[in-house]
């Protein structure tokens, strides 16, 4: 707007419009916070998503190590009992009890070896099932977080299509409010909503009180408040202060 056209308008004016365009704000705000936490969870079941099927890939690969090992373990049982029988045939031609003697130790040596193999594929088999059965409950949970991940999809898009007209009608509001607002006063606004943590950049006193830190307002300036002559800035949250009679007037506008 001009700075004729900014000379023209009164404080209480400005203050009517800025708090005009802090109730249509806070309208905009409630439709982002309904839409907001369906695509926070959208997103963790996303991620829940991934991880799980990151786990079931890591869980196939420990499945197929674990059958590799009993694989290879088999395979030298029965190399090993190649051993046994060669071992023994040769003892059958032994010139000395030295010979004898050591082709029993290579013998039992692999015989304990054998037994070895034996213990560690038993061991590789029970943890190949509680591999598998973990598998199967990732497979069962993926299907699971799926299911609810189609759903919560299926009420963002419905929230989505159900508000955006009515957000879009809110923007146009709100962007006609501001067109009555200087530019410097906008974006102190602007800047105070931002730092705000509940969006309010403007509050009435409510109870003596700053309506958005809540700190109590001395009598004078809440009469300074009443007047209308100037903004007033509360001075320990920095947000543009109102009086209550003016938020009345102006939030059936809502």
């Known amino acids: ?120 594929i038993r061991e590789a088999k029970k943890n190949s099932e509680i591999k598998k059965d973990e598998l199967q409950k990732t497979e069962e949970l993926i299907a699971d977080r799926q299911e609810g991940l189609s759903q919560k999809k299926a009420e963002l898009e419905e929230i989505v299509s159900e508000t955006k007209q009515e957000e879009e009608k809110l923007r146009d509001k709100a962007k ?21 943590r509940n969006g309010l950049a403007v509050v009435a006193v409510e109870r003596d009180a700053c309506g958005g830190c809540f700190n109590k307002i001395p009598p004078q300036r809440q009469l300074d408040i009443r007047l209308r002559k100037k903004i007033i800035i509360c001075e320990y949250c920095g947000r543009i202060l109102i009086d209550p009679e003016m938020a009345n007037e102006e939030r059936p506008k809502e």
């Open 1 to 120: 707007m001009s700075e004729k056209d900014t000379k023209e308008i009164s404080v209480e004016e400005k203050l009517k419009a800025l708090f005009d365009l802090q109730l249509v704000n806070s309208e905009i705000d409630k439709i982002k916070t309904l839409r907001g936490e369906l695509p926070l969870e959208v997103q963790d079941l996303e991620d829940e998503i991934a991880g799980l099927n990151t786990r079931l890939s890591n869980l196939s690969d420990e499945i197929r190590q674990i059958d590799s090992e009993i694989t290879g373990r088999k395979a030298d049982i029965e190399a090993a009992k190649g051993l046994i029988i060669k071992y023994q045939e040769q003892q059958n031609n032994v010139k000395n009890n030295r010979e004898y003697e050591n082709l029993s130790k290579e013998i039992e040596f692999q015989s304990l070896d054998i037994e070895l193999h034996e213990k560690k």
């Open 176 to 196: 006609s409010i501001e067109e009555k607002i200087e530019e410097r006063l906008l974006n102190a606004f602007k800047r105070i909503r931002k730092n705000a």
